[in-house]
DNA sequence: TATGAATGAGTATTCATTCAT
DNA sequence: GATGAATGAATACTCATTCAT
């Protein structure tokens, strides 16, 4: 349980966060136009050290998701503590929004790289997305949100919104007036 | 009126009109994979007759966009003449979004070419926007769309559905799940 | 005699000088960059114009070998009139050096477009080269010339005064001092 | 001086000098309608090869220049060690436009690309200006060439004399027929 | 007859991936 | 383990030439 199959080096280990780090800062910078070598330069390692720990350019990418992923399921468990279930999941979907643009060009770059979104999700997702749907059900059970909507659509609209924040930099007032919309479409109706 | 600047044969207009929606056709399937082989090969023209419509890939991508706006804003217009303002608000907005589903990665490889997608939207884009605010308003004078919301908002959470539409390649039944959230969050509340 | 065996209706003669004159402006502008659109262009003709008097590229540019040719022959042709065979062979050498860089890029263009030189000098270069072989052999039996320098030298040493006149731009002190050493190479040893 | 900018590996070397010494092969044989591929192929390696060391087909030409004019002004000074001025400068003279004829196109599709050759020459052109000076002056003062005669004409016999060889592909019977007639009329007339 | 639209082979260049050092 | 040199398939684009209008 303690002991991983793989017992990394701790120089291998910091290389792979070294790689995963730089290749999401030079996806941000390069878009669909980054390269591995231009990965390997920002991370200051060789070529070879990338494919040591990343098979292919779709493996790296679909590592950067996963370690998305992960932060994302990390800040959704954070928000249980939270007393009330409906202002926990605004709150939530509004942080997610708020940093999006920190999170540069996630599935914008990723999709365009040819990655397999679902497939990616499947892994590491499945724990941020079961973790995002307690928050949900929680604050459907607390009459906070209809209960006709389902998952599918509320990713779909945390999605749209991340995506549009990050790139047309919605400023926070913008951000609020647009996500009050979506949060009164979520509302029970009377 | 019946002078113009190029009258151009009858076969080459044909032949541009074919490249077009080649283009279309292998961007939907290929994305940013796709290749001006690629879409020859789907026109059934030789490489060169792209490149005689078409200075460069950016160029095709850039009339293509054109196209669509030009198509998207000719829709809109013809949306006034339905008689009930909120619906034909709802078939607009969900019409747009439908339309972004297909073009998948576009925007995106225009951006990152370093066109400014702005400015390329100024011309078809100017129409399109004030077309749109047509229907919005009118919307909100039926009584259909809440006073308090304002155009900027409206834009951000079309311009939202868009990417996600486009990038997530959402079915129709996820577009229409998703979108009523929306167009609920846009009702006047009782 | 006088009648050819195309007798070319006057427009079409009127392109054919046409396109040649563009041809070599073009060259001279452009060098090996040098197309046949471009060709086009300049003399004002279409494409298709220029391929009806010349089959290939190739044979624009052996027209335009010819069309030279027969200008230096006529340059040549005149200097007979010249009594003295000494001065007059030196006056011709002279002149064409200089009036080079009015021919521009001539040999050195072709050259590089893989035009066989001494084939294209075969037709009309026949006439000139005899034409510049009689001022020459005049010129050795008035005692002018050496008798052991022929005909190749001598249109070796003219080529490379050409283009280097052309190329480099000599001034007229420039070239007069580097001719002279030709010349007295060519003087007879006491 | 132990501490190099690029040490580079010992294969890596060897295949640059391969390169480059393909390039000036197909150079010779094909003129401007060498290809990258072409040299590839001749040298035996891949083409990505040939970019890792050369980032564009002109920077590969200008090496070549470069390497040439480095072994030029190399063979200039080892003239020096030639006891007799006369004969020394004679064979340089002839050394180097043996060389040209084997440059076929290259200053050409240089001064087409736009790159100021004699630019790229000044650094290395700068060494075998002043080595060609040397030699001349040394032959000058040995008696075996005029006082009269200046470097500008000289320069401008040995451009001329380059260009021609390069160009019309000089045999060496007719580069030493046309250099005799140069060199004695550089030699001091009685 | 003149035109220029269409064609496609050919060119330089990039970049993911492999493998010798 | 790490490195970066080598590879070559793939891409955008050009241009001589043909042929329908």
């Not at 800062?25 to 390069?30: G, N, Q, S, Y």
């Amino acid at each position: 349980m303690t002991k991983e199959a793989k017992p990394l080096r701790a120089d291998a280990l910091r290389n792979r966060a070294l790689v995963l780090e730089a290749a999401e800062t030079v996806l941000a910078r390069d878009g669909v136009a980054a390269s591995m070598r231009a990965v390997a330069q920002q991370a200051g390692v060789g070529l070879g050290t990338i494919y040591r720990h990343f098979p292919t350019q779709e493996a790296l990418y679909a590592a950067i998701l996963d370690d998305r992923m992960r932060r994302l399921a990390e800040r959704a468990t954070t928000s249980y503590a939270t007393s009330d279930a409906g202002p926990a999941f605004v709150e939530f979907f509004t942080d997610v929004v708020d940093n999006a643009s920190r999170m540069k060009a996630m599935a914008d770059t990723l999709g365009d790289a040819g990655v397999d979104v679902k497939a990616g999700l499947s892994e590491a997702g499945a724990s941020i997305r079961s973790a995002i749907e307690t928050l949900f059900v929680r604050a459907q059970q607390a009459g906070a949100v209809r209960e006709d909507v389902g998952m599918p659509e509320l990713l779909a609209l945390l999605g749209a919104a991340c995506m549009a924040a990050e790139r047309n930099q919605w400023d926070p007032q913008l951000r609020d007036r647009t996500l009050n919309v979506i949060f009164d479409g979520l509302r029970p109706r009377p």
